[in-house]
């Protein structure tokens, strides 16, 4: 979907730090986690919550009272007057919803939106659906975290089956993979440079509530340190395949925010009055079971309605569950490996699912700003063999 006029003002995009599942986030529900965030994002940035008309929840994991949705976000922050959608795009949650604000102001029926991403993997539900025509009347179960990575109900294989799948079409050896894995560590690494300067820029720490006191989230939890001779020690998931656990990401906790507003509320309400144009956004498919090639379709569409070509774009950030996605793109789009994700990637620091994309994006605009502007392209994979991308122009 291709866009004129909206606009995410810059420093009003941002991340908690992720935290590795079953960590210092495991306890804090997720949804009081984003209000706690997205409150204090806001005040540190000057825009108060109720000149925000739209406020949208990205949100893939149900937490208790999560039934209020959207409307519990946005009364808590003292906009209650407004509300909006909850959307749930599995890994591309991030993408539909920057294009759902996008669209909104488009077509003029807000001038300032909010899009409140959030989940949190640890002690993910256990559904239990009533059955009466199990024995006994046994109810059917299955944990909504878990379950989904095993097992695609239309395919019969799982996520980690669909990165072998996809590195078997690819040609891709262990080696390959191994190389992609340390490229991606050393990118976030470099990132953590100079007391971690980039990133307070644009993340904002977690306050977890104790009986006595509180604790806080300041910075990534979880990362595991990465060196080649340690990738190659590790065994396949799979026997016979290129995928270890040091080539695929984690689950994790987080939340992440954007604003989308009209250009000249964008630049009013943004540091400096600089803005990064949403250029356009695009979803797409692959074949069953090949998850890491969709963002490739996603990229393709955002890019035709941007009327952008690759050779356009001057940096990409990517959700990259398995190394074997940024491989199949670079190949396929005939982009270098060493362009993508400069500040890290889910690869390394973990996936939410929701809010992982708009950590992507919100790095991708901060990496494009920090070379004086350019186009960019973010394109992450989802469950389904699906993805989402959006492409953004952020000028000097």
């Known amino acids: 979907m ?45 825009l108060p919550p109720e000149e925000i008309t739209e406020w949208t929840l990205g949100c893939t994991v149900p937490q208790q009272y999560g039934f209020y949705g959207v409307t519990l976000v946005s009364r808590r922050l003292g906009a209650g007057q407004y509300g909006g959608p909850w959307l749930s795009r599995a890994c591309a949650t991030s993408a539909v919803v920057v294009e759902h604000l996008a669209t909104q102001v488009e077509l003029g029926a807000h001038a300032t939106t909010i899009g409140v991403i959030t989940d949190r993997t640890s002690n993910g539900p256990l559904m239990l659906y009533s059955s009466q025509r199990s024995t006994g009347g046994a109810p059917l179960a299955e944990h909504w975290v878990l379950d989904p990575m095993k097992l695609d109900p239309t395919t019969g294989q799982s996520m980690n089956d669909t990165a072998e799948n996809t590195a078997v079409d690819g040609g891709y050896t262990r080696e390959q993979v191994d190389e992609v894995a340390l490229m991606r560590y050393e990118q976030y690494v470099s990132a953590l440079a100079d007391d971690r300067a980039i990133q307070r820029r644009y993340m904002v720490p977690v306050r977890v509530p104790r009986r006595k006191g509180e604790d806080w989230v300041e910075e990534d939890h979880g990362v595991f340190p990465t060196t080649a001779e340690g990738l190659a020690k590790l065994s396949p998931v799979k026997p016979g395949g290129v995928v270890t656990y040091g080539a695929q990401t984690h689950p994790a906790d987080g939340c992440a925010g954007v604003v989308v507003a009209t250009a000249d509320r964008a630049r009013e309400i ?40 690759m050779s356009d774009v001057d940096v990409v950030t990517t959700h990259n569950p398995f190394a074997v996605n940024d491989l199949w793109f670079a190949d396929q789009m005939g982009y270098s490996l060493e362009r993508m994700n400069p500040y890290g990637s889910s690869l390394v620091y ?47």
């Open 270 to 309: 943004g540091q400096d009055g600089i803005t990064a144009q949403i250029l356009a956004t695009g979803f797409g498919r692959a074949e069953p079971a090949y998850m890491p090639k969709a963002p490739v379709a996603a990229a393709r569409v955002a890019l035709a309605d941007a009327g952008i070509e």
């Open 350 to 396: 973990g996936h939410p699912q929701g809010p992982t994309g708009a950590r992507a994006i919100t790095e991708l605009i901060y990496a494009l700003h920090a070379r004086g502007g350019g186009i960019g392209l973010f394109t992450g994979c989802a469950a389904g063999d699906s993805a989402g991308a959006v492409v953004v122009r952020v000028d000097g």
């Open 2 to 46: 291709k866009f004129r006029d909206a606009h995410i003002p810059f420093g009003l995009s941002w991340t908690s730090p992720f935290a590795k599942w079953q960590g210092p986030l495991a306890e804090v529900n997720s949804l009081d986690m984003a209000v706690d965030v997205t409150g204090r994002a806001l005040e540190a940035r000057g």
